[in-house]
């Protein structure tokens, strides 16, 4: 058969009852079949509006119930969904959003001034839906929970295919960011499906087997995405949620409040939760330590991380708390899903940085031959079965990140590791100097070019050092023109009205010769030790 998440979806709202909630944010309770209706229209909006098959959506808004309900809407209407990223600034919201091709956007009422400055310069989007604050509609806008709650319900007359799409932009590697392509089925094969044994199911190999599973569950899960929903984490967490028949939570508030999330997994009986790293998960802590046994967290099963790992102390910290945790580290990346795990219990877990391997995984020298387990050669981690298709308009890179290996297609995003004799993976780290800061991707070219047009730097190179709360934190190593001292909050200031706060370096440092080679090459290994023994890190 075909899988397809708008068919799973209506399938879920005909076996569930009628009461069962799908979707909470804040104080509202969307229930499945409320869902499925208010999609319904959605996704006949959309079409009204002359988007046609695998016309593309962008979503520029932060958590909420909506970003669901217009993701099952481009779902049941054979349209992709683009994720954008809400802390972009004006041209790297355009670029998305043309690199994409998108012809409708779904924004928050927050993000109107940038969406002004945005609409003449994008004349293909034919839909502009605002989220929130209807009496004061953008013009040009038309109101989101209008179009949810006006017109026809029922179900369009289409006929779907597990080849439908997912895109999720990824900063990825090589500067701008791209736009993954998951055919649907792939996505479920490798992802979305391992929900169902949250629920104590057997994974399905039919639709109808799937859905005999959710409608004899006693309660479906209740996930939590405490990180962005725009990200792979908290969006393939949600759409697992989902599809297993469970309901997803969210919160109105703009940025992380860890007292907040406490309060919402005690109101909601959260069972599983989505972070990244000890960004998250360190404030979590630190509010159950300032107040032991003032929230009642006893409903949570399980807490997932992706993107960045996060620390055994923090772990430890959490089960001190709640011994029935377990607490996931996934392996994984927009390009591929299910690398492997690392849980940890009350009961003990896996070493950081190693991960148990699944039937999918294979790793290869950068000459394509296998690593023998114990052999200690590191290699790419690749992963085949339920992958993406590759990259939009990117056929090169694709091709590299793809390759056919020994007549199969790997995915292989660019990790490194070691395989040890019993088949674990040890990582070493990403191949390339992309820096990780708190899950999210900066390119350090990206940042050098934006210092690179400051008056006093005449060279730079960014690098990112080992940080307790971000992982990596982003740090520029300048060189600056003769004769000008270095005013570190100023030069901080100038990459924020060019780029998002978060690709501003933590730390800028100054040195009197960048190194480079003769060829211009730059030598990140050197400056990042030297930046790592400027800040007392070694």
Known sequence: MSWNYGDIFEGIADVL?????????????????????????????LLNHGLCLQDKVGFYIRNHSAYMETLAACFKARLVHVNVNYRYVEDELWYILDNSDSRAVIFDADFRDQVAHLMPRLPDVVLWMQLGDEDNLLPGAVSYERLATEGDSSRLAVERSGSDMLFLYTGGTTGMPKGVM??????????????????????????????????????????????????????FTSIGALAGGGCVVTTDSPRFDPEETWEIVERNRVTSMAIVGDAFGKPLLKVLDDAPGRFDISSVVS?????????????????????????IDSFGASEAIGFGTSTTTADGGQ???????????????????????????PGFVAKTGGIPS???????????????INGVRYSIPGDWCTVEEDGTLTLLGRGSVCINTAGEKVYPEEVEEVLKLHETVDDVLVVGVPDDKWGQAVTAVVQLVSGCDLDEPALQAHVRQSLAGYKSPKRILQIDNLGRASNGKADYKGITAFACKALGLE
């Open 17 to 45: 009852p009628e009461d069962a909630p799908a979707l909470i944010h804040h104080d509202r309770v969307i229930s499945w079949k409320a869902f499925d209706e208010r999609t319904n229209r959605l996704a006949r909006t």
């Open 182 to 235: 998951w055919e649907q089925e792939n996505h479920w094969m490798a992802g979305a499906r391992g929900a169902t044994p949250a629920t104590n199911m057997i994974a399905p190999e039919t639709l109808e087997a799937h859905l005999a599973n959710v409608a004899r569950a006693e309660a479906g899960r209740v996930s939590f995405p405490v990180c962005p929903q725009m990200h792979g984490t908290g969006l």
């Open 303 to 327: 807490i997932i991380s992706s993107g960045v790992m996060w620390s055994p102390e923090t772990k430890q910290g959490l089960l001190r708390h709640h011994q029935g945790l377990a607490l």
């Open 351 to 377: 070493a950081v940085a190693r991960f148990v391997l699944n039937e999918r995984t294979r790793v290869f020298t950068e000459d394509h031959q296998e690593v023998v387990p114990g052999s200690g050669v």
């Open 390 to 404: 590759g990259y939009y308009k990117d056929p090169e890179k694709s091709a590299r990140t793809f390759p056919v």
